[in-house]
């Protein structure tokens, strides 16, 4: 049984892409060991999905953030990992800082397979900038030699990387989920107490500078004399100042986040799905989030800021408007377009891309992967 560690740098609570990965490999034989880090309240050991979670504790943690205690993080999780190479076969390196771990471990142990899966743009991040961005410019092209598979979210981060690094093939692996049989059961309108005659537009994810949460909230403070309300479900640094929002206007709302098997099931109570991200990096450019594939799932239009991979999905599919430009008037003109609309135009197109994105197709992909990796 050849033994795979997939290790990623977060404390493995809510990476679902990680997860559907470690259990899919787990389900068709693999020997699975998640490697994370141990931040907050969560297990050193568990187990879970037929697979192995185990986390590493860093002391560096509690240093400042910055990029120079970064430096320091780094060095304290080499040395802590350093002599794990020779206990696995293959190494799933989830996004850049795992690649120097595991061309480390290669060193040591020549047999090793590393499967490089990006989930951004690396070198194009959005906040990478100075010495930093030129450490990830300077090393990425040396480790990726290593690699001996790519994987990305997206075709566009793979045309780049094709295009930088030379590479004859760099697999996309969406972040779709796994399939299931929907039905709308009004569960936001029931739990936030929003009334039928409302049309819901709902923003789920990640609630961090550049994914347009302020875009929204000044846009539905001048949709107050319309039947439209904005829902976010998420969680992150602007947690605070959505929350205030939705204490002052009558017209914005939040629901904490439910887990990863009821988020299709909430995620249906809406009549549109918001996917706001600023185009303020290329890796933001070259995006196709979760939410896409789970608002598809959940068989609601989207509207998407203009960017490259969603506005192309979108208008492929014909499951959406996109909105022009970043800016509350044309965020605004989008919204009230959307509620002239008759949603029922976008329902072919949703129902065929539902059969088009989910898991069991990208799970195909990953196990085809891996069976070549182990033929080379």
């Known amino acids: 049984m050849k033994r795979v560690v997939s290790f990623v740098l977060n404390n493995f609570t809510n990476d679902n892409r990680v997860h559907k990965t470690a259990r899919s490999l787990a389900e068709a034989g693999y020997d699975v060991t998640v490697m994370a880090l141990k931040r907050g309240d969560v297990k050193v050991r568990e187990e879970m999905d037929g697979f192995k979670i185990r986390r590493i504790e860093l002391m560096s943690d509690l240093l400042p953030d910055g990029k120079i205690f970064s430096v320091f993080r780094l060095a304290e999780l080499v040395t802590k990992t350093f002599n794990n190479g020779d206990r696995f076969d293959i190494c799933h390196c989830n996004d850049f800082e795992p690649m120097i771990v595991a061309s480390l471990w290669k060193k040591q ?8 899966d990006t989930h951004e743009y690396a070198r194009e991040k959005n906040g990478l900038n100075g010495l930093k961005k030129l450490f990830v410019r300077s090393v ?82 001048r949709l107050q004399e319309t039947n439209a309300v904005l829902v976010f479900m998420g969680y ?111 329902a072919p197109g949703l129902r065929a891309a539902k059969e ?21």
């Open 140 to 221: 990425e092209p040396l480790l990726i030699k290593n690699a001996d598979e790519v994987i990305t979210v997206s075709e566009g981060i793979a045309t780049e990387y094709r295009r930088l690094f030379g590479l004859e093939k760099v697999n996309v692996i969406y972040n779709a989920p796994h399939k299931e049989k929907t039905n709308r059961r009004d569960l936001l309108q029931k739990n936030l107490g929003i009334g039928r005659e409302k049309k819901i537009f709902l923003y789920q994810g990640g609630l961090a500078k550049g994914r347009g949460v302020e875009l929204l909230i000044k846009s539905f403070e």
């Open 109 to 116: 142990n020549p047999s090793l397979k590393i499967v490089y």
């Open 356 to 376: 088009k994105f989910h898991w069991a197709i990208e799970e195909k992909k990953l196990l085809g992967i891996y069976a070549h990796l182990e033929s080379r």
């Open 236 to 346: 992150g640094d602007l947690i605070t100042k959505v929350q205030e929002a939705a204490d002052r206007e009558t017209n914005i709302y939040y629901h904490p986040v439910v887990p990863y098997d009821e988020i299709v099931a909430h995620t249906s109570s809406a009549d549109f799905g918001l996917l706001s991200v600023e185009n303020v990096c290329l890796s933001y450019y070259y995006c196709m989030p979760n939410k896409m594939f789970e608002y598809i799932h959940a068989q609601i239009p989207i509207i998407t800021t203009n960017l490259h991979d969603c506005k192309n999905l979108i208008e492929e599919e014909k499951i959406g408007l996109v909105i022009p430009e970043f800016t509350v008037d044309k965020t605004v003109e989008t919204i009230e377009e959307a509620l002239k609309i008759d949603t029922a135009q976008f």
